[in-house]
């Protein structure tokens, strides 16, 4: 399928300054701002479709979704995950090895949505959606419930098209910022963006934990000076102190490869028991 990009003929564009309005029905946003009455952070839970199987997947998602994960991330499995470790990429070689194909992405988001009350989101590179057609795919990830994409690999100035086809159907854009982004490159992130914003940043080698926050923190900052619609923060968390330390000034903490761990470890019952842990609920006695 070939793909030609004309942004001076987009509605929407970086060069012209012009972004679609804020999503007014943002699931995202309106979970990021239930947590926040409820005085806590969000906890966002990520997994790949399809691995070990598609449905241990699912039933490991929903079990996020029961146990206190009030955003799902899932991901799409892609050949050239650049932005994965280690732990996520042999998750998704797995999963399409065994045949993941993006029905079933759509499958899980529709079940999971149907089972939990958990908010659930996409992480997906760009040449998935332009193979399915990015009308097609934000139609149907809309149909089956789903919220919006994460989008690693597609920055603002390119995404024209998912501006116009995410306003369509009402999902939410979900960008990436990092320390190394300037204050001009911020506000475009930020305008761009709807529901949250996803700060990139890195843990670093043991020991330099303190130096690592610090630059998440102010990476948070500066997100909401540009006026982000939300930052939320990945700093490779596995610990509820982790959330407890993050959740004090971002609006939202990400948890991905700790999850894959422990469905790769313990299937669907242990991603159910660290998600209780990382929300801060008392774990049922045996």
Not at 27 to 47: D, F, H, S, W
Not at 164 to 192: C, H, M, N, T, V
Request: proline share 6%; net charge negative; charged share 20%.
């Amino acid at each position: 399928m070939s793909y030609i990009y004309h942004p001076d003929q987009a509605r929407y564009s970086v060069r012209k300054g012009v972004f679609p309005a804020p999503n007014p029905d943002s699931k995202l946003a309106a979970r990021l701002a239930a947590c926040k009455a409820e005085g806590r952070t969000a906890v966002i839970g990520y997994l790949p479709v399809g691995f070990p199987t598609v449905d241990e997947s699912i039933e490991a998602a929903i079990e996020m979704g029961l146990n206190g994960a009030d955003i799902i991330e899932l991901g799409l499995p892609y050949s050239d995950p650049v932005m994965d470790g280690p732990v996520i990429q042999r998750a998704t070689a797995q999963a399409i090895a065994k045949g993941f194909r993006t029905d079933d992405l759509m499958r899980a988001v529709r079940e999971i949505t149907q089972a939990t009350n958990a908010v659930v989101v996409v992480m997906t590179y760009w040449n998935p959606v332009l193979r399915r057609g990015i009308d097609r795919f934000a139609q149907e990830l809309a149909a089956a419930g789903g919220a919006g994409l994460i989008t690693p690999d597609l920055v603002p100035d390119e995404a024209s098209d998912w501006f116009e086809a995410s306003e369509k159907y009402g999902l939410d854009r979900i960008f990436l910022a990092a320390p190394s982004s300037s204050p001009e490159r911020l506000k475009i992130i930020s305008q761009a963006s709807s529901g949250f914003v996803y700060a990139v940043s890195v843990m670093g080698v043991t020991g330099a934990r303190s130096s690592v926050s610090t630059a998440a923190e102010q990476l948070v900052a500066d997100l909401r000076e540009a006026g982000a619609p939300a930052a939320c923060v990945g700093l490779g968390v596995s610990r509820r102190e982790h959330v407890e330390e993050i959740g004090a000034y971002a609006d939202g903490v990400i948890v991905g490869t700790a999850l894959v761990k422990a469905l790769a470890e313990g299937g669907p019952d242990a991603v159910g028991a660290l998600t209780r842990e990382l929300a801060g609920r008392e774990v049922k006695a045996a």
